[in-house]
């Protein structure tokens, strides 16, 4: 009996891979098996479809197409139509429309929300910047950066005055915040915000307008101004105040404290043992309002104090737990004395 050994090779026509069965020895046979292909139907385009689960993604190539084409389709048939239409149009030389304006580059838009999180994501930003911005979030996370122009900022401005009515000093702390985060997304993301508008307001934005008073005074308002902060207690008004906190030693150290330090309020109470430095006569402050360090001097009346106050009570401070720190106490009579 003949051994017949057959040879399968294949090639295509007009789109359909045909498979040939030829035998090399005994009865020659041959057997065409038609198999649609995913190929295209010209030979310099390649489409691709491939599952994914999330739906059928078709890739096509050709040399009309700057860089492939990716899509996206709910079904295998959605694809396969697709890629057939797109494959009859390159074959004839014709590209969509919508395939060349994908290669023009576009500005990315963000939310103003976004450029926020991404500031704060990559900056030490202060407490105080932080909450400013939290303050500043309901009125602008909704706007995307391409809607920010002057228009908008002196907008934006007028609302704070007119609308919620903010002290100038609160207006100008709240643009600064936000000034400094698009000040970054200029530098960091130019291809999302090609300007800061808050930077071209005028000087004074911050002051209530005679349009402002106007309005204001229609409902029953007045404008808000900035209010002094230069002022100083007169002696009878020191006087005073010492008289009332007699008799109340947390109180009347933090009134002295902050009087001839010069601190804040919340510099003070929250003051730690650790801070002062009793050799060099200054009280060491990591992280003021505005984000900086600073020294500051203690001066001799307010280290009497200190002294009196730890050695009667054994503590630097009720409202900070600081200081019931026997060696401390020692080094600063020590130091007083």
């Known amino acids: 009996m003949d051994t017949t050994w057959n040879l399968w090779c294949t090639t295509r026509v007009d789109g359909l891979q045909v498979v040939y069965v030829l035998g090399l020895c005994g009865i020659t046979s041959m057997r065409i098996k038609p198999r649609r292909t995913r190929r295209a139907y010209d030979a310099r385009t390649m489409a691709t479809i491939i599952k994914r689960p999330y739906g059928f993604q078709l890739r ?9 084409l990716w899509a996206t389709f709910d079904t295998r048939e959605a694809a396969e139509q697709y890629g057939r239409q797109l494959e009859g149009l390159l074959a004839q030389g014709i590209v969509p429309a919508a395939l060349l304006e994908r290669d023009q580059p ?6 103003v929300q976004r450029c926020i999180a991404e500031y704060l994501r990559h900056n030490s930003v202060p407490l105080s910047e932080q909450k400013l911005l939290n303050a500043v979030m309901p009125s602008v996370e909704k706007l995307s950066t391409g809607s920010l122009n002057y228009e908008w900022a002196e907008g934006w401005i007028r609302d704070m005055k007119r609308t919620s009515q903010l002290a100038p000093g ?24 090609a300007q800061n508008p808050l930077r071209l307001l005028k000087r004074g934005f911050a002051t209530y307008t005679d349009a402002d008073a ?30 009332r906190l007699q008799g109340k030693a947390d109180e009347l150290l933090l009134f002295e404290l902050a009087l001839q330090t010069a601190m804040r309020l919340r510099e003070c109470y929250t003051l730690h043992v650790s801070q002062v430095n009793l050799p060099q006569r200054t009280i060491f402050l990591e992280r003021t309002k505005n984000g900086s360090s600073r020294q500051v001097p203690l001066p001799t009346p307010m280290m009497h104090l200190l002294s009196a106050y730890t050695m ?16 401390f106490q020692t080094r600063l009579v020590t130091a007083v004395h």
């Open 106 to 111: 576009r500005q990315e838009i963000w939310t």
């Open 312 to 327: 009667n009570r054994h503590s630097f401070s009720r409202y900070s737990a600081a200081v019931r720190n026997t060696a």
């Open 214 to 243: 106007d309005l204001l005074a229609r409902q029953g308002l007045k404008p808000r101004v900035d209010e002094e902060r230069d002022r100083r207690l007169a002696p009878d008004e020191e006087q005073r105040i010492r008289k």
């Open 170 to 193: 609160t207006i100008r702390h709240r643009h600064g915040a936000l000034a400094r985060c698009f000040d970054w997304m200029l530098r960091k993301h130019p291809e999302i915000m």
């Open 60 to 68: 096509i190539s050709h040399k009309l197409l700057s860089k492939d």
